[in-house]
């Protein structure tokens, strides 16, 4: 389709178009005609036609009430007529690919003129990739999932697992091997936890919190125990699938009546008379993806304790949505098993050792979700730098308000500790076996999930305060914020609540300590 040809205008002749029949206004050295436009105006009319606006430059009037986003719609892009003669256009929002440099709005290894003990070549070209992947392929649907709640769309699980995603954020490990990451930047043996890092953290920046759990954050933490205590048949029949984004799996643990209380788990598996088959029986509750799941890896109660079993989705398995305050597009959902028939060698690791399967997974489902805490109150502090440095009250930028800054500062501070304190940890995941991380990092990984989470809900309440009403408005120049302070909680929440992780820190902490110190 041929480009329309703009026209170039002086001010003084978008000044003769004044009129609410004849209305152009200026924004950004473009030019717009909104003479029809005024009466669909979601802002109404009045302020259109106002005098100050009429034929004039309204670029701060307009940036004080619009995100950049509005005049790149389709439907009012298509309002420009012209440019401003000798005027460049020089708002900008998002550019695909690229690096924020609002300061603070990336982490120091990202900001020009930093440096970095941790993220070698690699990771920044592996960086550079995600994220326009991240641009391209996933932010737009996340916009579009979120807000009608269907799950993630299929091309995006497919584009995902051309590039092999879905098998890295499930961290470095045999898994990877033989597959082609990202287009080959990085070999299966190079890949550690700071390029996983990456991944979460870019897919955060969509800020859509739902569809981001929708995003297979069921495979992250249902896939393991397959990985690491299936059996060789068991692998070969269903990771391939999942791995390619046709399959979905989910963990499901937490029930009505047991929450972090795995021990209190009451579905129960009881043995057929055979031998062959474990019989299931039981309900599950706020387990992620279980809607769309094709597999559930599934704590139940046996005859020797609790055991990991992996069901498949047939007769006698139901899911229904649950509705919470976050995106249906996470595919929350409550399950119930009734007389489920699962073959024996869908058993996971020893009968009755089920609390070890499940228990070797939280530290790396804990510290997934600091990486995506992290980044999501480092993408707050950006919508406040902007938002306060744009708008106009009393006269003036509401940044020049000493209440506002100082909230600004509360806000940096938390999210700049928070990424340090996860570099700090990734990079002893990094250097530790599974074995070691299990007894060293459990402690600190617990402690630094229920501190993130509590900066965030920080975050969220002063971001609020700084938004004002636009912080509880779904759509505008608060929508981030309002979506943010709805969905934070979250992450104080799944994979252990705030204080009873904080607790287990003190309690490891405790364990180590030595026999013979006194004061
Ligand atoms: C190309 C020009 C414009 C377009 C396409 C446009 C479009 C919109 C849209 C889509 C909204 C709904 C809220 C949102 O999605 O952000 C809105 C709200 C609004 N607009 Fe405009 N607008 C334009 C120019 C202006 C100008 C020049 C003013 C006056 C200074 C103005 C004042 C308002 C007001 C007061 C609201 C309500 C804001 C709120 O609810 O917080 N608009 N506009």
């Given at each position: 389709m041929a480009t329309k040809q703009l026209k170039e205008f002086t001010l003084d002749e978008v000044a003769q178009h004044n009129k609410p029949d004849d209305l152009w206004v200026a924004i950004d050295g473009k030019v717009y005609d909104l003479s029809r436009f005024k009466d669909l105006h979601p802002g109404g009319v009045s302020v259109l036609t106002d005098e100050e606006v009429?034929?004039?430059?309204?670029t701060t009037s307009f940036y004080g009430l619009h995100r950049h986003e509005v005049l790149q719609r389709p439907q009012y892009k298509r309002l420009q007529i012209g440019t401003v003669k000798g005027q460049e256009s020089v708002m900008f929002d998002r550019i695909v690919g690229e690096l924020s440099t609002?300061?603070?709005?990336?982490?120091t290894w990202l900001s020009a003129g930093y440096y970095s003990p941790y993220f070698k070549e690699t990771h920044r070209e592996f960086q550079r990739a995600v994220r326009r992947f991240v641009d391209e392929v996933v932010y737009p649907d996340a916009q579009v999932r979120e807000e009608?709640?269907?799950?993630?769309?299929q091309s995006v699980f497919d584009k995902m697992a051309e590039m092999n995603l879905h098998a890295m954020r499930l961290g470095p490990?045999?898994?990877?091997?033989?597959r082609v990451l990202m287009g080959g930047i990085v070999k299966p043996e190079e890949f550690d936890y700071f390029h996983e890092l990456v991944i979460t953290q870019e897919i955060t920046r969509c800020g859509a919190r739902g569809y981001g759990d929708g995003l297979l954050g069921g495979k992250v933490i249902g896939l393991p125990p397959v990985l690491n205590f299936g059996s060789p048949e068991l692998q070969a029949r269903i990771v391939p699938d999942i791995l390619a984004g046709k399959k979905f799996i989910c963990l499901a643990i937490s029930e009505a009546a047991a929450g972090s209380d795995v021990?209190?788990?009451?579905t129960t598996a009881t043995l057929s008379e055979d031998g062959k088959e474990w019989i299931i029986n039981g309900s599950k509750k706020w387990i992620t993806n279980a809607t769309f799941a094709d597999y559930f890896t599934v704590g139940c109660k046996t005859e020797d304790g609790l055991t990991a079993i992996l069901v498949e989705r047939g007769p006698g398995v139901e899911t229904r949505h649950i509705k919470t305050s976050y995106s249906p597009a996470a595919g929350t959902g409550y399950i119930t098993f009734d007389n489920v028939r699962v073959p024996?060698?869908?058993?996971?690791?020893?009968?009755?050792g089920g609390i070890f399967v499940i228990l070797s997974n939280f530290n790396h489902e804990r510290w997934v979700m600091c990486c995506s805490s992290a980044r999501a109150q480092r993408d707050i502090v950006q919508e406040c730098l902007k938002w306060a440095t744009q708008r106009t009250v009393f006269g003036k930028?509401?940044?020049?308000?000493q209440v506002i800054r100082s909230k600004i500062a509360g806000m940096i501070q938390r999210a700049e500790s928070v990424q340090s304190w996860l570099e700090n940890i990734t990079y002893q995941m990094t250097n530790m076996s599974y074995k070691q991380q299990a007894q060293k990092l459990a402690g600190p990984i617990a402690f630094l999930k229920s501190y993130s989470t509590r900066c965030a809900q920080d975050t969220a309440r002063d971001a609020v305060q700084i938004f004002g009403g636009r912080g509880v408005?779904?759509?505008?120049?608060?929508k981030f914020i309002e979506h943010y302070h709805r969905t934070v909680t979250f992450d104080s929440l799944l994979g252990g609540a705030e204080d009873v992780l904080a607790d287990l820190g003190v309690r490891q902490a405790i364990r180590a300590m030595p026999k013979n110190t006194r004061l």
């Open positions: 009429a034929g004039k430059d309204a609002v300061p603070y709005a990336e982490p009608d709640g269907k799950r993630p769309s490990g045999k898994h990877l091997k033989g021990m209190g788990l009451q024996f060698g869908n058993t996971l690791g020893e009968v009755g930028p509401l940044i020049s308000q408005t779904q759509a505008g120049m608060g």
